[in-house]
């Protein structure tokens, strides 16, 4: 039997609307496919900072799936233009980026490899570093090392086609980057969906980056599985104002029905500018 695969998705990065990959979740639910790659989002890749997955990657392991993590990480020896991707300075920064990239990779278990060859890696102080990770993976495939998360991040796919590309962007790509990677907690990352299965562990805490569309179904699985056992869930923006199945399709009616807080809108631009008053 051959193992089916390629590089796809933009889940968690940019051009989300535009690229034709964004059908991941209905991929990795496809039993003739056994794994999706992609190369870490290129924001966030410089020293003292923490990249994430183009992917929902406890998902792919819900599904038993594998994601493959392409990571072309930069180094000192790329060429100065690389900075924006974070290129670092010298070779002592280099290994401690080198280590980050591959201590997440162990820690979140999924697989990858590096890509960029000479260009990347060419320097022959590299080779102990590899040689060192080498020998902690063997023994990491040998072990039990998932560390268990008590946090769940939820992920949208069909709101991604609702809201337009920076609303996107500033919910799945600058949060999951910027913010859980100093969260202090260890979490796992799903689809909406993937909800409704059996196997997915319980959690403490349920973050919805974007629930904006909610049908009957997917709320009938959160009544069902969350809103039990002290479970806290987080809505980070509009949850629940679209469901294209209701007799209102747009309107806070629907995100009252999702989360029990009453809400009010103005479907009008408005300025997000604010002015000090009495100061």
Request: hydrophobic share 40%; with cysteine; charged share 20%.
């Amino acid at each position: 039997k051959s193992i089916v695969g390629f590089l796809y998705g933009t889940l968690n990065t940019t051009h989300y609307l535009y690229s034709g990959t964004s059908l991941a979740e209905k991929l990795i639910q496809t039993p003739e496919i056994d794994f999706l790659g992609t190369p870490m989002p290129y924001e966030n890749r410089g020293l003292g900072n923490d990249t994430s997955y183009r992917h929902a990657i406890h998902s792919f392991m819900l599904h038993n799936k594998l994601y493959l993590n392409e990571a072309d990480t930069r180094t000192h020896i790329n060429l100065p233009d690389q900075k924006q991707y974070g290129r670092p300075e010298n070779l002592k920064e280099s290994i401690e980026i080198l280590k980050r990239d591959f201590s997440k990779t162990l820690v979140r278990q999924v697989t990858g490899y590096w890509f960029g060859g000479h260009t990347h890696f060419g320097d022959a102080n590299f080779l102990p570093v590899f040689s060192m990770m080498q020998e902690i993976s063997e023994l990491a495939l040998a072990t039990n090392n998932k560390f268990p998360a008590e946090v769940a991040i939820i992920i949208d796919q069909d709101s991604i086609f609702y809201a337009n590309q920076f609303t996107t962007w500033c919910l799945l790509n600058t949060e999951p980057i910027q913010e859980f990677g100093r969260f202090g907690a260890a979490w796992d990352i799903y689809y909406l969906s993937d909800l409704a299965s059996e196997d997915i562990p319980d959690y403490k805490l349920y973050i919805f980056l974007n629930p904006f569309v909610m049908d009957a179904e997917k709320l009938q699985i959160i009544n069902r599985r969350l809103h039990r056992d002290g479970k806290v869930l987080v809505w980070m923006y509009a949850p629940g104002l679209i469901n294209p199945k209701a007799d209102i399709q747009v309107g806070t009616e629907n995100m009252y029905a999702l989360t029990g807080i009453k809400f009010g809108a103005e479907m009008k631009m408005l300025s997000l500018e604010m002015e000090a008053v009495n100061h």
